[in-house]
């Protein structure tokens, strides 16, 4: 099937393909009387365009997003709002030699396996480009939920990581790689600009931070907040692992070490640690939302790579069609826009049950 | 919110509390004429019944499950099956005192902080207790996809991890431990051991893998295989990451180091490699699906741990009540339904979309 | 396909089937707190419960209800509420001659086409029989939304209506039928008592209204309240109609006739017209919501009526199992309970939305 | 709430509104491999396209529909359809004094409760533009049931019926009304000039039929075909009742006329009448379905009717706008498109519980 919706009070649904004329997102279920307009949404879709530095795919896009509905005077009504974001600069003869050989790593196979046929262009529908939909839809839903801020950021490049003791948040701006560490961010630019100019592409991990989430957020028992966002982030394209909390490292601990240990506090708990990330039995717990996120290597490089053709010859595929030499870079205002929507939705579930 | 059913077409609804009369499930969706009877589902409970070695919670529950509708003459009917199953050995004085402090790292506090109330006998309906409905709608799915293979082991517990090497599937069934290493299953005795004696906890990973799942299931973007997976698994209790294939291995890696490549097979292509774990732009890819489950050890512990009471002043709480000292090894049966029952909807979402 | 929940927020998933051990309704996201025990829950049974005047099916069933979870020191917590009435009179053999012949009007003859197969005991899953589950969630719902007051009764049987001047709603509980009209309840007891001896049906009309129901409730575009209403009441058996308001005779209108004129009030406006059923756009006016559903007469009647066997041969069935010979008699209180639980369900979603 | 999307597997979210800058639907869930172009959608959309009769609102738009993705060389890709459609005759001046008074029985006054703030402009969001977006998602889900023909025309207006003797099928495009009565439609070119001259509105009946739904098609219990039917038609604009079959004239029979018996026939049953409109228990026969709708006269009419202001205060209002004067009629292609929506989805579904 194809399901290509995304909420369940607060919902959205993207459209669109890589090289298609557009593609867009339909929110409904956004509350009325929001102040809404383009300018609300633009700087988050800039944050993830393509073409912004040498580090990221040369395509150039500028991701003007239009509101086509769902907006009067300024503020939101309550009907569905429609976004829309033209597509500008696509080159399908780049991919003509998709058509031909399926790109290991890429959905091309199993599109073809699932659907019989598939628009090769770009990757078509499984494109990082429809990423931009849910970025705009993103920018609704964190005005859903002004008192939440979230912030995502590179931890590790190509197994490069961040060290924690230099995390300077105002350093995540200051450098394309979204990095929180002035030094990593230095290595970091040899190390892509060599995967780069060789063809090749470099895994990363991003964190996320959701501040100001109210503890009893959450939905349990098969919409718990780490369910939901695993649920995102996984449907993020190249995305192969999620985190919440200390994730696998609980795994290594004991129940003292991974305790986390409450006093009474100014208003409700104090919590002496957050190996839990925020969030205990699905429920937000007040404390800080953490999670950390895994994106594999692209899998466009320029190495040729053993392959088959769709009518099952034996073949063989180098990508030279534009690309990230390291998806997880932009894939930062993605991770943040997921658990955006997700926080939304449960701000309106939440309300919705419980008052 | 509660959300309390699982999937899209082969859906499942569980109800009841660890110290209810009893706790369910409702299986919706299932195709007609699948034969079924409690003998099909009884030994699945049966794996994460407790109370069955020492290194698992000492409560006695048989599990005997009952089918209360949707099977007739000993066929699924196509209607709703009804699974109950009763509670037997409920102590609800063992957690007298729960009602007085909350668990750190339970969901005590979140469960409050939303409801304003909470049933607190054996953590009420967040308690693993729960997880037994799923286990027997997971044996339901399995007849939905006779041609898949389900099959979890425990992997590591407390960071002491299995060695590649001395996988043996066999092992798996032949101690307490769900261990296809020998070696490992012996070290994990004295570990659990000391552990329990103590009063302590540990954390686990447990790896899952489905063979036989032919390319083309899942579905596109939001239902993405890799999705559901990880929202299936983390709504179980105790879980805290997930990964797909190499998941955050993946992350390190090149382009070229991560890649899967092709070449003509039998029937369709042969894989070189299973990086992805059987699963590209969401879909699978014929080859076995694998996935990686993070528990976190379990909040409850002997060892006294600051926290605070409901009225807010300040309190230590240690937990006597009977618990696992690993509940990682239970988890093994319900990462598998869990798996099974994603896997069963699939099944019959890619039918009635490319049927 | 099976679907076998109903709502948005306020859901209820229900399983059972005539001649099976029990039946049941599993309520999923009702708001925490709420007082609630069987007592609450049984007066709404008994008033559809089976065997209670000859003018009913003699078949006997206390419909006891049990709640197996969600309820915690008498207040619901927020989680699943588990309902179970046990099936006590069931007398198979009275069906036997079912297996050999499809009745003409009942699902028989559709349940095979579509399963391949059935359980023909009393109707299996399509039997009236499930709608006692549909009541004792109705009668949670009533409670979540306590300043609603729904009443329905019968307007009129095989085409013999009240007397709209004679309506009184304290005669509605005074007599077998749901009857306001006292005049009308006599003659429909000779008119039912006659069917009764010839074992003929009855279709009849079950007027239903909703008072205290909010100006705002409701959800454009596709659950808007008519629509949520016209999708609950015809999913009960044998109903073949529903109308909001005027219904068709709106149809046989001119505007000015059908206007539903304003003038201030006290808190928000007077209307001097409810033509409309309180109802406009999809979304509550504060108006009372009026509705009417058409019932067909059951088809189990004694006259052989033409049909088939499962195998294709021609056949004649003539039904002697024990039935109503006006099933919507017994329909008032689920038509009821089906308008509290959308009503429920809505209440939640506009608080959700629009809080 | 706002629920803009329909379907269960085939589903279709709309969006925009009255007077912006364009509206449209997307649909998921399509079958891959199915040709489709804007030439397949165009003339259902000329169908209901409004200024082409002056029986019709003289508003002139072209509705041109544009495909912005889920097609590729010409067939669908199993990814989701984006239909849009832009405004261009809106005259926003016709609707200022909408804004400062309710016009009785529209939209008005329910959205301002619900979101305390409306798009007046045209009845903004619950226009009957929007039935726009439903035609072209219609038009699609025709192409995915090709078996099946799904016909409406209009039974009566005003309270002006046609004479079932005189029905001719080939009549249905003859005339500005959908009308099968030769005579009839010469009445209503009288009736519906009156009412326009005058500035009034008139009701209507539309019947639809829907012929080569194969016997299993449907989904108990709260999916039934009948439920789906009346949830998808009640939410069109206006429509205030909906009858399967006989619908209420069943209420009025006894069993024995009720009665749609069956003998042996070529391939399955040869049913002998078809009172309950082609679904017994919510699934399909196999007979024609049959359903009837009722819309309201159109609100908006030259005549002075009571209401109050925004503020409370009294006012009244006379409608000038363009409208039709009998929204029946345009309704006839949205009704057939939301019958074959749901029957498109009921295909899908069928097809993946029951192979």
């Known amino acids: 099937m194809s399901f290509n919706t ?16 557009a593609l867009g997102a339909v929110v409904d279920g956004c509350p009325p009387g929001i102040a809404l307009s383009e300018a609300d949404i633009q700087p988050w879709l800039d944050k993830r365009r393509p073409g912004t530095s040498r580090f990221t795919t040369q395509r150039r896009e500028p991701d003007t997003v239009r509101i086509l509905s769902g907006v009067f005077d300024g503020r939101t009504t309550g009907t569905p709002i429609s976004l829309m974001i033209e597509n500008v600069d696509q080159r399908s003869k780049d991919y003509s030699d998709v058509a031909k050989a399926y790109r290991p790593g890429h959905a091309d196979y199993a599109y073809d396996a699932k659907y019989g046929f598939r628009d090769f ?9 429809e990423t931009a939909a849910r970025v705009a ?23 490069d990581a961040i060290d924690p003791a230099n995390f300077d948040d105002a350093q995540i701006d200051q450098n394309p790689f979204f ?3 002035a030094e990593a961010a230095l290595r970091w630019e040899t190390l892509v600009d060599a995967a780069r100019k060789s ?16 503890a009893g957020w959450g939905a349990p028992l098969y919409a718990k907040l780490d369910s939901e ?7 993020i394209n190249a995305v192969k692992g999620i985190e919440i909390g200390d994730g696998f490292a609980a ?17 409700g708990p104090e919590f002496l640690a957050n190996h839990a990330g925020g969030i205990a039995g699905g429920i937000a717990t007040g404390q800080p939302i953490r999670l950390r996120v895994a994106f594999k290597p692209t899998s466009s490089i320029l190495t040729p790579v053993e392959t088959i053709s769709p009518t099952g010859e ?19 205002p993605v991770v943040e826009a997921m658990v955006a929507l997700v926080l939304a939705d449960q701000a309106l579930l939440h309300r919705g049950q419980c008052g």
Chains 1, 2, 3, 4 share one sequence.
């Open 179 to 181: 990095c929180p560490d």
């Open 121 to 129: 262009r770009g990757g078509g529908r499984s494109s990082a480009r």
């Open 251 to 267: 795994a290594a601990l004991s129940g003292e070490a991974n305790a986390d240990p409450m006093r009474p506090g100014v208003d």
């Open 6 to 21: 995304f909420g369940r009070l607060f919902r959205f649904t993207t459209w669109g393909e890589s090289h298609g004329p």
């Open 229 to 235: 966002l695993a649920s995102a982030c996984m449907s």
């Open 314 to 332: 034996a073949a063989t595929i180098a990508t030279k069609g534009r690309h990230d030499p390291c998806v997880g870079i932009r894939g930062v």
């Open 199 to 214: 063809g090749s592409s470099l895994g990363a991990v991003i964190a996320c931070e959701a501040t100001g989430v109210p």
């Open 137 to 159: 839809a993103g920018a609704v839903a964190r005005l859903v939920v002004p008192q939440v801020r979230v912030r995502a950021w590179v931890e590790a490049i190509g197994g």
